[in-house]
């Protein structure tokens, strides 16, 4: 495609989709929203407007939904990853995910960690790289004297703080987060935020989110997704998106204006 | 392949599939040996059913399901006693043990399931689904034969029933753990007593579950020679004879009947046992479509 150089290095995924179906079921359309690199961008609006199908789209996630397929299409770095060509794996490898219910393997806080690097075959030093990861994720002071138990044994947020390091172990450039803290009381809701503010520092982020405030707190830009039910279907895309703050103060369509205002779920 | 790191320098190209790399070949080995070993496995399976449709097929007639056994030196004839036969008796052994069986698994899974009797039943109906069935058989044999004075079909029934119970057991008591917790909430926090829950929630959502082992259970029974042998014995009559159902005399089976006539010395003795067979096959398969058909409706 035609993008120009200054935008590929500010943008380090493009996506464009123009319709997008689940068998007969046209799900999403016109969503055309840019991610910046360092930057933390929100996906908002109400369920079922396909705020996790486009986020799902960024990895290839999808691939595994029968009857998925779109028009348009998804460049990473330039790169258009639903090119025959690509290696869907890779494209896995380098851009990591973090599930709405925080789901650990069922191994030990060291393994859940160790998994992606054993994956990638890493040489160097695998103890060094997971307690990295478990700092990182703002983890590694309450599991030290305990990597041997197992992931499954820790609190809800903990568990997902876990995951935010299993994910973050490989040093992905994306990490899509989908809902991360909706099955998480607001004090680890809270740490989850003031880690995704930590992490724009090295990974640029990707977030789903029921929350308008998290959005308001953490993500400098925000898209605002709503449902057309006017075709008769219930069909996602995107109204609005802009940076943050002037989306949630200065809103251009009235839908949005309406959404954050608390006018209608 | 090296770790990446966020450095502006970034070849895509580490995105594009690689013959170079070992994960992509491993992957590729695997999957082609997986696909190729299926198709092994099927072979087998393919032959015995193309034998079968081969050699029965060619066999089967209207008078197949119409007459009665031939004679060793009969020409032509049929099995329709022994279709009556295995019905009725996979009737009855149903009767007997799908009732016990779901309400056993009630016990298992709802009523006391960490209990001592649970677990002491549990673990017995588990090596109770690999009893083998001429055993099954044997005590048929003394408990109804022996004690009631002559094969019947009641007895064959006994017999069957004895290896459906298992089976329709554990796969009903899966089927009610299925059932999720917060469904079960749900209607105790309506202030339902414990048997309404199970009557008005978990039942009618674990059904079609249950069902599917109900047919498993058909599906396996009516395919069973050896319990039959020992209670059932055969018959060259129908069960309905002189206007009156002689559940209480030797009954005839599909099982039996292929069993007698494979090895008969007459050609035409064995051919009736080789379309016997690939009725018996489509009985099988039925049964279990309808198991199938069961377990496909979702959950609404």
């Given at each position: 495609m035609g993008a120009s150089s200054k935008n590929e290095y500010k943008n380090v995924i493009e996506c464009d989709l123009k319709k997008l179906y689940y068998g007969d079921f046209f799900a999403v359309r016109d969503v055309n929203i840019p991610i910046e690199k360092g930057s933390i961008t929100a996906f908002i609006g109400p369920?079922?407007?396909?705020k996790s199908t486009v986020l799902r789209c960024l990895n290839r996630?999808?691939?595994?939904?029968?009857?998925f397929r779109f028009e348009g299409n998804v460049q990473f770095r330039g790169k258009?990853?639903?090119?025959?060509?690509?290696?869907p794996v890779a494209v896995r490898r380098f851009i990591g995910m973090v599930f709405q219910q925080p789901n650990p393997f069922a191994m030990s806080i060291y393994s859940n960690v160790a998994y992606g690097l054993k994956l990638n075959g890493f040489k160097g030093n695998i103890p060094e790289k997971v307690e990295k990861a478990l700092r990182a994720a703002a983890l590694w002071d309450e599991v030290k004297d305990k990597l041997k138990s197992s992931g499954l044994s820790l609190s809800g947020g903990q568990q997902q703080r876990l995951c935010i390091a299993r994910a973050v172990a490989t040093e992905p450039h994306v990490l899509l987060m989908d809902e991360p803290c909706s099955a998480l009381d607001p004090i680890a809701t809270r740490k989850i935020e003031e880690l995704m503010i930590e992490l724009k520092q090295k990974y640029t982020i990707a977030l789903v989110t029921h929350n308008l405030h998290q959005a308001k707190r953490v993500a400098d830009n925000t898209g605002f997704f709503y449902v057309d039910t006017t075709q008769g279907g219930r069909t996602g895309y995107l109204v609005e998106y802009r940076k943050t703050q002037e989306l949630f103060e200065d809103p251009h369509e009235s839908f949005t204006k309406d959404y954050i205002r608390g006018e209608f779920s | 392949m090296t770790m990446s790191t966020n450095a502006t320098e970034f070849d895509t190209r580490e995105l594009e599939y690689s013959v170079f790399r070992w994960r992509t070949i491993s992957n590729l080995f695997l999957n082609v040996a997986i696909t190729v070993i299926t198709l092994l496995a099927l072979i087998p399976l393919g032959a015995v059913l193309y034998m079968l449709v081969v050699k029965g097929g060619s066999h089967l007639s209207s008078a197949s399901f119409l007459e009665l056994p031939p004679t060793a030196l009969g020409k032509g004839g049929g099995f329709g006693n022994a279709i009556v036969g295995t019905l009725v008796m996979v009737g009855i052994a149903s009767l007997i043990s799908v009732p016990t069986g779901i309400l056993g698994a009630i016990f298992l899974a709802e009523i006391a399931p960490a209990s001592r009797l649970a677990r002491t039943m549990r673990f017995l109906v588990r090596l109770m689904t690999g009893f083998p069935s001429v055993l099954a058989g044997v005590f048929a044999y003394g408990a109804v034969v022996m004690l009631f004075g002559g094969f019947s079909a009641y007895a064959g029934g006994v017999a069957l029933a004895i290896l459906m119970v298992p089976t329709v057991m554990l796969t009903a008591e899966e089927a009610i753990r299925m059932v999720p917790a917060r469904m079960k909430d749900a209607a105790m926090a309506m202030g339902t007593t414990q048997s309404q829950m199970v009557r008005s929630v978990l039942f009618p959502t674990a059904f079609p579950s249950m069902m599917t082992g109900v047919m498993l259970a058909v599906a396996r029974a009516s395919g069973e020679t050896a319990p039959l042998i020992f209670t059932?014995?055969?018959?060259?009559?129908?069960?309905?004879?002189r206007s009156e159902t002689q559940l209480d005399e030797p009954t005839a089976s599909l099982a039996v009947l292929i069993y007698n006539f494979s090895a008969s010395a007459f050609e035409n003795q064995q051919n009736v046992a080789w379309a016997a067979a690939l009725v018996l096959v489509l009985f099988v398969l039925v049964f279990n479509l309808l198991g199938q058909s069961f377990s496909a409706k979702p959950v609404k």
């Open positions: 369920s079922g407007c396909g996630m999808n691939d595994f939904v029968r009857g258009d990853i639903y090119h025959p060509k690509i290696d | 059932a014995l055969f018959s060259n009559y129908w069960i309905v004879r």
